[in-house]
């Protein structure tokens, strides 16, 4: 059984910083790729970012790049979304996802490539 828990969620103002973690088991890591999404109030859950299994290769939503950073620590099973320049729209419950294909070549940014989910962790930016 995958277990996905996210973390490092908050209040925080417009301009800040956060930095979420997601701490797995259950499966072995270092082989899959991992993403984060978000679902804002009202909104479908999209994508924001995603790094590869090996770590050398990362992709990010064009609402979020140049801000936000992926990054993973194979041998701490966890992978991190470091989020600077906050926001009020980067609000959201932010999720993080095991890719369901054992290392896959390419990062996707579809929910139906991802099989396993965390609980998510609530990001609220005021200004």
């Known amino acids: 059984q995958v277990q996905l828990v996210e973390s490092g969620g908050g209040l925080v103002q417009a301009g800040g910083s956060l930095r979420l973690s997601c701490a797995a088991s259950g499966r072995t890591f270092s082989y899959y790729n991992m993403g984060w999404f978000r679902q804002a109030p009202g909104k479908e859950r999209e994508f924001v970012a995603a790094?590869?299994?090996?770590?050398?290769?990362?992709a990010y939503a064009d609402s979020v790049k140049g801000r936000f950073t992926i990054s993973r620590d194979n041998a701490e099973n966890t992978v991190y979304l470091q989020m600077n320049s906050l926001k009020p729209e980067d609000t959201a419950v932010y999720y993080c996802?095991?890719?369901?294909?054992?290392?896959?070549?390419?990062?996707?940014?579809?929910?139906?490539?991802?099989?396993?989910w965390g609980q998510g962790t609530q990001v609220t930016v005021f200004s």
């Open positions: 996802a095991a890719d369901r294909q054992y290392r896959r070549m390419v990062i996707t940014t579809t929910l139906e490539s991802y099989d396993y």
């Open positions: 790094i590869s299994w090996s770590g050398y290769n990362t």
